[in-house]
């Protein structure tokens, strides 16, 4: 049987970036915002839910959160990954990506949830945790309406990209390559951070 292949691009970024080592957790959302959106807290979970991640956000929640976050610490530094940013940190620089599912991904593929409490996992090689499974995260670019990302994401669209997969996803949908569009399953839906390095 022949596979079929999808061409690769090179990409370059063009400044040092930091991510964070956790999906946004309930506890650091609550910290910021003052509220708490997810599905997964009180009676749904059986530990501490402020350890598992922030679920039920939009884009435009993540945008808010990135935004208050600035504003508290006096800094324009917080963001969301690009796309390619999120990738290449996933893969934790490897050339291609790792075979899934892992000792890194955080997915009971097709259950129910609930989500598990970050750094459950294994970290990738550059010591980020769950960054495949667990939810899927919002990066900064627009979907571009296709099953793969391009070398320059389009400047306005419907929706922004999900990456990563969640706890519930199906084995095809857990990767760093997958480029998934939104909104996303609510309960499912989750972001992560990059600070601009100094």
Do not use: C
């Not at 956790?22 to 839910?49: C, H, L, R």
């Not at 899927?136 to 571009?144: G, I, L, P, T």
């Amino acid at each position: 049987m022949r596979q079929a292949t999808v061409p690769g691009f090179i990409v370059t970024m063009k400044k040092p970036y930091l991510m964070g080592r956790y999906e946004v957790t309930q506890g650091e959302w609550k910290k910021v915002m003052g509220s708490n959106p997810s599905i997964f807290q009180g009676a749904k979970v059986k530990d501490d839910a402020d350890r598992h991640p922030v679920e039920n956000v939009t884009w435009a929640d993540a945008k808010a959160f990135v935004a208050k976050l600035n504003q508290l610490e006096k800094t324009t530094a917080y963001r969301l990954p690009t796309e390619m940013e999120w990738e290449w940190a996933a893969r934790a620089g490897a050339f291609r990506a790792p075979s899934i599912p892992g000792e890194n991904a955080m997915a009971h593929v097709g259950m129910q949830g609930p989500t598990a409490p970050v750094g459950t996992k294994a970290p990738n090689a550059f010591g980020l945790y769950d960054v495949i499974g667990n939810v899927w995260e919002w990066v900064d670019d627009f979907y571009n309406e296709k099953i793969v990302p391009g070398p320059t994401p389009p400047t306005s669209g419907k929706t922004h990209v999900l990456k990563g997969g969640s706890y519930m996803s199906h084995v095809n949908d857990l990767g760093s390559a997958i480029h998934a569009g939104g909104p996303g399953d609510p309960f499912t839906t989750g972001f992560r951070i990059v600070k601009d390095a100094p």
